[in-house]
């Protein structure tokens, strides 16, 4: 079945610079990559998902991009604000075969002001 | 409300005790999934149903979980005889299309098994 590594664990940056998360997948029929965040006490907020006929995409400060050969995708932040921070978990998917995201362990994210 | 509101927030059971975990997906949801996420670590797929029917229940952990959906909306987890390895926050999620999107979370029920 699938398996999804997602590193680092933890990453601390500087409230203004950028932050990337990777995270590599297993099943080459996956091909549905979204990334989520979670805040304390709260549950998972999706924040950009990417499909795999496509190799890039953005949302103002996040972007993600997926290459399929080396199987793993990251996720990009630029211009962190004290408001990322919080847990990120990436997830994968194939939509011909069943329901079940499988996710990373996810990266905890902390910006310091 | 408008989004996922599941309850309770906080259940405390003793070992052995039945439990119900209670979801109310955002209307008109076809789709609703149930997820265990353990301190630290990124949620894992529990069940699946499209309106009333439950799809997919190969990550339920035991016969001891038991999961229903009889109308299409609310839903209900039962964990029978509860053990110290559920304790965990349970997470509902629901979405408006079948299969793989956009997943609308509730704020989770956490569970403590003493």
């Known amino acids: 079945g699938e398996n999804v590594e997602q590193h680092p664990s933890t990453l601390s940056v500087q409230e203004g610079d950028s932050a990337v998360i990777k995270c590599t997948y297993s099943?080459?029929?996956?091909?549905?990559f979204p990334w989520y965040k979670q805040e304390l006490g709260k549950g998972p907020q999706l924040i950009i998902d990417?499909?795999?006929n496509v190799g890039e995409k953005k949302d103002q400060r996040i972007a993600v991009t997926l290459n399929k050969t080396a199987k793993h995708f990251s996720l990009h932040i630029t211009e962190t604000q004290p408001e990322d921070s919080a847990v990120y978990f990436c997830a994968a998917a194939s939509t011909d075969s069943n329901y079940q995201l499988i996710w990373g362990a996810g990266t905890k994210l902390i910006i310091k002001p | 409300g408008a989004g996922v509101s599941q309850s309770p927030r906080y259940k405390v059971a003793k070992r052995g005790q039945d439990v119900a975990l209670r979801c109310d997906p955002i209307?008109?949801?076809?789709?609703l999934f149930w997820y265990q996420q353990a301190l630290g670590q990124g949620p894992e797929f529990l069940t699946y149903?499209?309106?009333?029917?439950?799809?997919?229940k190969s990550g339920l952990p035991s016969d001891r979980f038991f999961a229903e959906r009889p109308e299409g909306s609310v839903s209900t987890l039962k964990i029978q005889r509860t053990q110290q390895e559920d304790s965990a926050v349970y997470l509902c999620?629901?979405?408006?299309?079948?299969?793989?999107?956009?997943?609308?979370f509730g704020e989770g029920s956490r569970l403590t098994v003493l």
């Open positions: 999620a629901s979405s408006p299309i079948s299969g793989i999107g956009e997943l609308f």
């Open positions: 099943d080459s029929a996956s091909n549905y």
């Open positions: 149903f499209q309106n009333e029917a439950q799809l997919d």
């Open positions: 990417i499909r795999s």
């Open positions: 209307s008109g949801h076809v789709s």
